[in-house]
C-alpha cells in the first residue's frame, strides 16, 4: 500500500513536530517483521550513550566543547538537556530499546556510539582510553543480546597512530563491524595535512572497515545559533564539506574500495551534485587531486534513508541506485525516523528486491552481516 503524502498526510513521519519520543512508543507493534524467506530488516543508524564512559569524561566538561552547545542559545541547550534526560532509557536501556526495535519492525540494529562520546578534544592519550572503554561498552552489549544487536566503534582522530591502533583492536579482537567518525576533527577537515588521517584511511581499506560519517554539529556556526540550525541545517552541511574534501582531495580516488556510509542521507551534496561536476569541467582549481568527474566518486558512498519524504528519498535512489541507500533510523533522538518501514512503503515504484535491500540486504553486504545471524 501506498501513502498518500499530500499537505494533510496524517501518516506519523510527517507529525515529527508533536514529538518523536511517543511515536517510538505508539505505532501499531510490527513483531514478526522477519519474513519466512529469511529477510531481515536492519537499522544502520541508531545510537547508544554509554553513562560510565559519560561520566568518566565529565572532567573535559564535554558539553563546553561541543560545537553544538557552543553555537546554540538557551532555548535549544535547554531543549537538548531535556532530551537527554527524557530519552536516557532509550539511548542505555537495552530492554526499553528491544521493545521500540519490535515496534518498529527492525530485527537488527548496527548500533553506533552516541556523537557525544566522540571526545576528539580530549588529550590524545585520555581519548584514546575514552574510545576503547566505548567500544568494550559496545562489545559487551552486542554479546548481552547476539541475536538483535551488531555493532560500531570509535576512534581518538585527534592522533592518528592512536585511531589506527584503536581501530585495529575494535574490529580485529572486539569484532565490531565498522568504525563511526565524525565529519570534522575539531573544526579540522579529515583531509587537513595536520590531522595525519591519510594513514587512518589507508588501514581501513586494507582491513575492508566500514566507514560511518556521522557529524555532532556544524563546525563554524555562529550563523546557527537559533532555531536549532545548528542541527537542522548544520549536521547536513558539515557532511557535505566533509564528503567534498574526502572527494576532491583525492581519498576516494587513492583508495576505490574504501566503504563509507553518510547519515543523514548524505546532507545536500547528492542532490546537487551536478553542480560540483560542472565545476570540475569548467576550473582547474577542482582538478589538482582527481582525474574523473566528482560524482563518479561520489556514487561509492552509501546513504541511509533519513529524508523524512518519500520524494526526496526517491531521487536518492534513482540517482545513486538502491544499492548504495540502507535503512537508518537515527535512534532515539528527535530528529530520527520514527516509521521507516512506512516511509520506505511510501516511496512510488519501488520493487520488492529494491526494497529488500534497503531494508536490509546492503546492510548485510556492507558490514558483513552473516545469513546465519
Known amino acids: 500500500m501506498l501513502f498518500n503524502c499530500a499537505p494533510a498526510c496524517k501518516h506519523p513521519y510527517h507529525q515529527h513536530g508533536k514529538g518523536t519520543k511517543g511515536l517510538f512508543t505508539s505505532l501499531a507493534a510490527k513483531k514478526g ?38 553555537f546554540a542559545n ?68 552486542v554479546a548481552d543480546h547476539p541475536a538483535r544487536l551488531l555493532a560500531l566503534g570509535t576512534v581518538p582522530l585527534q592522533d592518528a597512530g592512536l585511531a589506527v591502533k584503536e581501530m585495529n583492536y575494535a574490529v580485529k579482537k572486539l569484532g565490531l563491524k565498522g568504525i563511526e567518525i565524525n565529519s570534522h576533527v575539531n573544526g579540522k577537515n579529515l583531509t587537513d595535512p595536520s590531522l595525519g588521517l591519510e594513514k587512518f584511511f589507508k588501514r581501513a581499506h586494507e582491513l575492508n572497515v566500514p566507514l560511518f560519517i556521522h557529524p ?75 582525474k574523473q568527474k566528482p560524482s563518479t566518486y561520489l556514487e561509492r558512498f552509501y546513504f541511509d534513508i533519513i529524508t523524512f519524504d518519500p520524494v526526496i528519498l526517491r531521487n536518492l535512489i534513482d540517482r545513486f541506485g538502491a544499492d548504495h541507500v540502507m535503512l537508518g533510523t537515527d535512534y532515539p533522538y528527535d530528529m530520527a525516523e520514527v516509521d521507516p518501514l512506512g516511509l520506505i512503503s511510501a516511496v512510488k515504484r519501488l520493487t520488492k528486491p529494491d526494497r529488500d535491500l534497503i531494508t536490509g540486504g546492503n546492510a548485510r553486504q556492507f558490514f558483513n552481516i552473516p545469513h546465519t545471524a
Open 33 to 70: 517483521a522477519q519474513r519466512r524467506d529469511g529477510h531481515l530488516n536492519i537499522d544502520v543508524h541508531c545510537h547508544f550513550f554509554n553513562p560510565a564512559v559519560g561520566q568518566k569524561a565529565a572532567v573535559l566538561k564535554p558539553a563546553e566543547q561541543e560545537f553544538a552547545f557552543v
Open 216 to 290: 555532532n554539529g556544524f563546525s563554524e556556526a555562529s550563523r546557527l545559533e537559533n532555531h536549532y540550525f545548528n542541527n537542522v541545517i548544520g549536521n547536513p552541511l558539515d557532511t557535505t564539506i566533509a564528503v567534498s574534501h574526502l572527494i576532491f582531495d583525492g581519498v576516494m580516488e587513492r583508495y576505490p574500495q574504501l566503504k563509507i556510509l553518510l547519515a543523514h542521507a548524505g546532507g545536500y551534496l547528492p542532490h546537487y551534485w551536478a553542480r560540483m561536476d560542472h565545476a570540475h569541467g569548467a576550473r582547474p582549481d577542482t582538478r589538482t587531486k582527481i
Open 74 to 141: 538557551q532555548l535549544t541547550r535547554d531543549t537538548n538537556a531535556k532530551q537527554m534526560r527524557d530519552r536516557a532509557p532509550m539511548l542505555s536501556d537495552m530492554e526499553v530499546r528491544l521493545k521500540d526495535m519490535d515496534r518498529m519492525g527492525i530485527d537488527i540494529q548496527v548500533v553506533s556510539p552516541a556523537p557525544f562520546q566522540y571526545y576528539y578534544f580530549a588529550e590524545a592519550g585520555f581519548g584514546a582510553e575514552l574510545a576503547r572503554d566505548v567500544n568494550e561498552g559496545m562489545a559487551h552489549i
